[in-house]
């Protein structure tokens, strides 16, 4: 069974750098500023240009969700947002769920943020929600990304072949996931 009222409520997980909290409009401007930033845009294949009036949208109709859990990541010591990380797509009769996350631009990766923020919310969706399996998608231009996950337990399963155009050349697209009962790292 899923919790969904864990879904819905969110709590505030604590790590040793970082806390992950419900994503809100509260984040629309360090967000808004990474949707700008061209690596954070190329490693997440986002074709789409928001205006700000949709990103308010969006932020603001995060909490209180029950299908899924779109948390903001922030710096422990001062709360400072770090980027967001989400179980998405929660199916309750397979028990699973999508994960994507994407730290506001280079300044803040290869810290660590990354890696703590993925293994707190992977203990949410198994722990707390009661969630099954976590699956993801990263691009093979992306081997930072690829190795935090593997450094959080996600396992490679496969690789979709030319699943995403990018500037025009082909590239393939891995994917990974992660059981329950997985070795978390
Ligand atoms: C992907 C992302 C979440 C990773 O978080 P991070 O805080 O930057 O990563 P971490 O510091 O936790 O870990 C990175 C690891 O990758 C390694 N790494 C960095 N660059 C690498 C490269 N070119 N090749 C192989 N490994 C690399 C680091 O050495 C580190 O591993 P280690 O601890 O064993 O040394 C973050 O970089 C990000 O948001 N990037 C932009 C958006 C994005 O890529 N989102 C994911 C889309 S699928």
Do not use: C
Request: charged share 30%; hydrophobic share 40%; aromatic share 10%.
């Amino acid at each position: 069974m899923i919790d969904t009222e864990a879904l819905r409520t969110q709590p505030e997980l604590a790590g040793q750098n970082v806390v992950l909290a419900q994503l809100d409009d509260s984040h629309f401007e360090p967000a808004w500023r990474a949707l700008q930033d061209p690596e954070v845009i190329r490693f997440t294949g986002t074709h789409t240009k928001f205006t700000e009036e949709q990103i308010h949208q969006w932020l603001a109709s995060r909490p209180g969700i029950a299908d899924r859990a779109d948390y903001a990541i922030l710096r422990k010591e001062d709360r400072a947002y770090l980027g967001d990380v989400v179980l998405s797509d929660i199916d309750e009769d397979n028990g699973s769920a999508g994960f994507r996350i994407a730290l506001t631009g280079p300044d803040v990766f290869g810290k660590g943020y990354g890696t703590e923020a993925t293994k707190l919310l992977l203990g949410y969706a198994f722990d707390v929600v009661g969630l099954h399996r976590v699956s993801l998608e990263v691009f093979d231009f992306n081997p930072r990304a690829q190795r935090a996950y593997e450094k959080a337990g996600f396992v490679r399963e496969g690789l979709q072949r030319e699943a995403l155009r990018w500037d025009g050349e082909w590239h393939d697209v891995v994917t990974m996931a992660i059981l329950k009962n997985d070795p978390r790292l």
